[in-house]
């Protein structure tokens, strides 16, 4: 179902976005660009939603949301002083427009089809048994003492119950943070302890590529050291009895004995609905808030028209619920708009490499939206598992996470997009709430580049600067990457530090949002993303700081220093290369390396642990004693002879000394392969 009537003038260009592009040309790569014969729709929108936001968004907001309450203002923003809000005055809940609205209308639509792990057992669940269950599960919330305003914790793989927690969480009010079930316990209980939660929800085990994930046992250890847990519901994915102590409710027996019905809270548009942790390049995770109102007419919007979404598609976001990606494209832009959304719990090899393409043909999917890093994988299996399936049902094949290389591109485009689908590399962030620039919308059929997001969502005016904080203009030229104008979901503050906002986003070039990455601008006045400008890295996908890898390590007690740096891998985009420096009396190089993986496992998550880990006598300092970690980059990306300025560095003679021990290091590793 598409959003409802929208405003009228508005209603009809974007309808013009999505209606017949007829001759449905196959993305360009790169050579003959597709005239752009269409209505100027897209430049037309863009422009007015540049020049007048409010009265962009107003009617769209009014029009395609279901309010309590009318909003009096449409915006109210200052870049200049981090200060966001949208809609002010409306009240509206989250979950009634994402679940009653449809069940009104159509109560026996598929709102989500379940791909479990084991292939061929999917489960579909209609918007009014959704509904139902997340009326339960917002009962069974209640009655255990979760107020509007409460945190709560949601500990668990994709699943209908994960979906429904959410949204049970928007029904009451309470404020919900999804933790990706694959971090550890430390970390999970870090999440609860800052965003004070007082209930977790959880499954009894987990499964994935055949094996069985022990969430409860992680939730057990991670509640010792949480004074705010009250309760914890578990439910269950396996027949596995687990222990259940004081803390612990059996959520299914609960859910069964409240009422299907539960009256809906009604929120002020600019109230938190969820918090969400995600990396910086200092301290600790920080929760981002995002609020009712705009970031779900923003999610609705993005999924409608950069997926070219139509009722009755099948739209298939094989990302994680514990990311902003599985929040917007899986749970809340799908389901506002009446999608069918597909919950994927496996893995892209699971039981082997066509999964995905067999799940394509089986689902008949006609959006599908993933990970470069799943795609280079795949890639190396050869073609033949992706011929092997019927993918005629799809029509947009969406990147989203990372910069997706040239041949990773073409392969989802030619082999399993068969030149025919539409590719749509989507950049965006914890922070924008949804996706900010991407190849479409755009005029009809006009052109896509590889490995390109391109043009910008209505409403986001990118800008690049240069060092100095001067605005560069023209094209083929780079800068960092900054947003001038606040768009609707854009994240509100960090929860309970707002001044860390203010610094993270606002004061490198104040009037302006600060992204954290690098961009191009090309002729024609595309983005091409290059790249974190931080100290996060992106190893397949998930989101870093080099500082929390540091700070795990750190606590192993032969390990007095370490530097962290990102360096390009085939599969995962990026990996993690830690140098160490070992105290005197610390034994075995070995043991302890061995022991620091370990740790960083167990600190913050398995995907964390470098993959090389390398002992120099020191680190090259500057004389304030700031780790150099520029060099260090230079070092293991082979471009030691480009130094740059090393006049900062307190012994220059540090850098012949790190290059020789890595270049032993390197031909080591090359004679071990
Ligand atoms: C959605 C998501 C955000 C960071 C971002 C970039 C990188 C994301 C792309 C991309 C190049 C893309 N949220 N990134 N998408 N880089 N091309 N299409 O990933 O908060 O977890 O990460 O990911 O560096 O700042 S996130």
């Given at each position: 179902?598409?959003?409802?009537?929208?405003?009228?003038?508005?209603?009809?260009?974007?309808?013009?976005?999505?209606?017949?592009?007829?001759?449905?040309?196959?993305?360009?790569?790169?050579?003959?660009?597709?005239?752009?014969?269409?209505?100027?729709?897209?430049?037309?929108?863009?422009?007015?939603?540049?020049?007048?936001?409010?009265?962009?968004?107003?009617?769209?907001?009014?029009?395609s949301l279901v309010w309590d309450a009318p909003y009096h203002t449409v915006c109210d923003c200052d870049l200049r002083g981090g200060r966001v809000g949208w809609f002010l005055g409306g009240?509206?809940?989250?979950?009634?427009?994402?679940?009653?609205?449809?069940?009104?209308?159509?109560?026996?639509?598929?709102?989500?089809?379940?791909?479990?792990?084991?292939?061929?057992?999917?489960?579909?669940?209609?918007?009014?048994?959704?509904?139902?269950?997340?009326?339960?599960?917002?009962?069974?919330?209640?009655?255990?003492?979760?107020?509007?305003?409460?945190?709560?914790?949601?500990?668990?793989?994709?699943?209908?119950?994960?979906?429904?927690?959410?949204?049970?969480?928007?029904?009451?009010?309470?404020?919900?943070?999804?933790?990706?079930?694959?971090?550890?316990?430390?970390?999970?209980?870090?999440?609860?302890?800052?965003?004070?939660?007082?209930?977790?929800?959880?499954?009894?085990?987990?499964?994935?590529?055949?094996?069985?994930?022990?969430?409860?046992?992680?939730?057990?250890?991670?509640?010792?050291?949480?004074?705010?847990?009250?309760?914890?519901?578990?439910?269950?994915?396996?027949?596995?009895?687990?222990?259940?102590?004081?803390?612990?409710?059996?959520?299914?027996?609960?859910?069964?004995?409240?009422?299907?019905?539960?009256?809906?809270?009604?929120?002020?548009?600019?109230?938190?609905?969820?918090?969400?942790?995600?990396?910086g390049s200092t301290g600790t995770p920080k929760g981002l808030v995002h609020t009712q109102a705009g970031y779900l007419l923003y999610a609705a919007l993005t999924h409608r028209l950069v997926?070219?979404?139509?009722?009755?598609?099948?739209?298939?976001?094989?990302?994680?619920?514990?990311?902003?990606?599985?929040?917007?494209?899986?749970?809340?832009?799908?389901?506002?708009?009446?999608?069918?959304?597909?919950?994927?719990?496996?893995?892209?090899?699971?039981?082997?490499?066509?999964?995905?393409?067999?799940?394509?043909?089986?689902?008949?999917?006609?959006?599908?939206?993933?990970?470069?890093?799943?795609?280079?994988?795949?890639?190396?299996?050869?073609?033949?598992?992706?011929?092997?399936?019927?993918?005629?049902?799809?029509?947009?094949?969406?990147?989203?996470?990372?910069?997706?290389?040239?041949?990773?591109?073409?392969?989802?485009?030619?082999?399993?997009?068969?030149?025919?689908?539409?590719?749509?590399?989507?950049?965006?962030?914890?922070?924008?709430?949804?996706?900010?620039?991407?190849?479409?919308?755009?005029?009809?059929?006009?052109?896509?580049?590889?490995?390109?997001?391109?043009?910008?969502?209505?409403?986001?005016?990118?800008?690049?600067?240069?060092?100095?904080?001067?605005?560069?203009?023209?094209?083929?030229?780079?800068?960092?990457?900054?947003?001038?104008?606040?768009?609707?979901?854009?994240?509100?503050?960090?929860?309970?530090?707002?001044?860390?906002?203010?610094?993270?986003?606002?004061?490198?070039?104040?009037?302006?949002?600060?992204?954290?990455?690098?961009?191009?601008?090309?002729?024609?006045?595309?983005?091409?993303?290059?790249?974190?400008?931080?100290?996060?890295?992106?190893?397949?996908?998930?989101?870093?700081?080099?500082?929390?890898?540091?700070?795990?390590?750190?606590?192993?007690?032969?390990?007095?220093?370490?530097?962290?740096?990102?360096?390009?891998?085939?599969?995962?985009?990026?990996?993690?290369?830690?140098?160490?420096?070992?105290?005197?009396?610390?034994?075995?190089?070995?043991?302890?390396?061995?022991?620091?993986?370990?740790?960083?496992?167990?600190?913050?998550?398995?995907?964390?642990?470098?993959?090389?880990?390398?002992?120099?006598?020191?680190?090259?300092?500057?004389?304030?004693?700031?780790?150099?970690?520029?060099?260090?980059?230079?070092?293991?990306?082979?471009?030691?002879?480009?130094?740059?300025?090393?006049?900062?560095?307190?012994?220059?003679?540090?850098?012949?000394?790190?290059?020789s021990t890595y270049q032993k290091h390197r031909d080591k590793r090359a004679a071990a392969q």
């Open positions: 179902m598409a959003a409802r009537s929208l405003g009228r003038g508005l209603g009809r260009l974007l309808g013009r976005l999505r209606e017949g592009r007829a001759p449905r040309r196959a993305a360009s790569g790169g050579s003959g660009s597709v005239p752009a014969a269409a209505p100027a729709s897209y430049q037309a929108l863009s422009a007015q939603a540049a020049r007048d936001p409010a009265a962009f968004w107003g009617p769209l907001a009014r029009d009240q509206l809940n989250v979950s009634v427009n994402c679940l009653d609205q449809h069940v009104q209308k159509s109560p026996e639509s598929i709102a989500l089809i379940w791909e479990r792990d084991e292939p061929g057992t999917e489960v579909r669940v209609t918007y009014r048994e959704l509904l139902e269950t997340t009326c339960r599960l917002a009962n069974t919330l209640k009655r255990h003492g979760v107020r509007r305003g409460d945190r709560v914790a949601i500990y668990m793989p994709v699943s209908p119950l994960a979906v429904a927690s959410m949204l049970a969480c928007a029904r009451i009010g309470a404020v919900h943070t999804v933790v990706f079930a694959g971090f550890s316990a430390e970390s999970l209980a870090g999440r609860i302890n800052d965003a004070k939660c007082k209930v977790v929800i959880t499954f009894n085990q987990g499964l994935r590529g055949g094996r069985v994930v022990e969430l409860k046992k992680v939730v057990d250890e991670a509640v010792k050291h949480c004074p705010t847990i009250q309760h914890v519901l578990v439910a269950h994915r396996t027949d596995s009895k687990v222990h259940m102590g004081d803390l612990d409710v059996p959520l299914e027996q609960e859910m069964a004995r409240e009422d299907p019905v539960c009256t809906p809270e009604s929120m002020g548009s600019e109230d938190m609905l969820f918090l969400l942790y995600t990396s997926f070219d979404y139509r009722p009755g598609d099948i739209f298939g976001c094989v990302a994680d619920i514990g990311w902003i990606t599985g929040h917007s494209y899986v749970v809340y832009g799908p389901l506002c708009n009446g999608a069918t959304s597909v919950l994927f719990e496996s893995t892209p090899v699971y039981p082997d490499a066509g999964r995905y393409w067999e799940m394509v043909q089986r689902l008949r999917i006609s959006q599908f939206y993933g990970a470069p890093t799943a795609v280079r994988l795949l890639l190396k299996y050869g073609d033949s598992w992706v011929r092997k399936y019927d993918r005629s049902s799809l029509r947009t094949l969406g990147s989203v996470g990372e910069p997706i290389n040239h041949e990773a591109w073409e392969w989802l485009h030619k082999v399993v997009g068969e030149s025919r689908c539409t590719l749509v590399d989507t950049w965006w962030q914890t922070e924008t709430g949804g996706i900010c620039i991407a190849p479409r919308p755009s005029e009809e059929g006009a052109e896509i580049l590889p490995g390109m997001a391109m043009r910008p969502f209505f409403g986001i005016i990118p800008v690049l600067m240069d060092e100095e904080g001067n605005v560069v203009e023209g094209c083929d030229v780079s800068g960092a990457l900054c947003l001038s104008q606040a768009w609707p979901g854009m994240a509100r503050t960090i929860y309970g530090d707002h001044q860390r906002f203010l610094d993270a986003y606002f004061r490198a070039y104040p009037g302006y949002y600060f992204t954290g990455d690098g961009a191009l601008r090309t002729q024609g006045g595309y983005y091409q993303i290059t790249g974190r400008m931080d100290d996060v890295i992106n190893i397949s996908g998930h989101r870093l700081g080099t500082a929390e890898i540091e700070d795990a390590m750190a606590a192993h007690p032969a390990v007095p220093e370490t530097a962290v740096i990102g360096y390009p891998h085939d599969i995962k985009g990026e990996a993690a290369f830690a140098f160490i420096v070992l105290k005197d009396d610390a034994g075995d190089a070995d043991v302890v390396m061995r022991e620091l993986r370990a740790t960083v496992a167990s600190k913050i998550a398995k995907y964390a642990v470098p993959d090389q880990i390398l002992v120099v006598k020191r680190l090259p300092k500057t004389r304030s004693g700031k780790v150099m970690r520029r060099l260090l980059k230079k070092i293991i990306t082979g471009k030691a002879q480009d130094l740059g300025d090393t006049t900062t560095l307190e012994d220059p003679g540090v850098i012949t000394e790190i290059l």
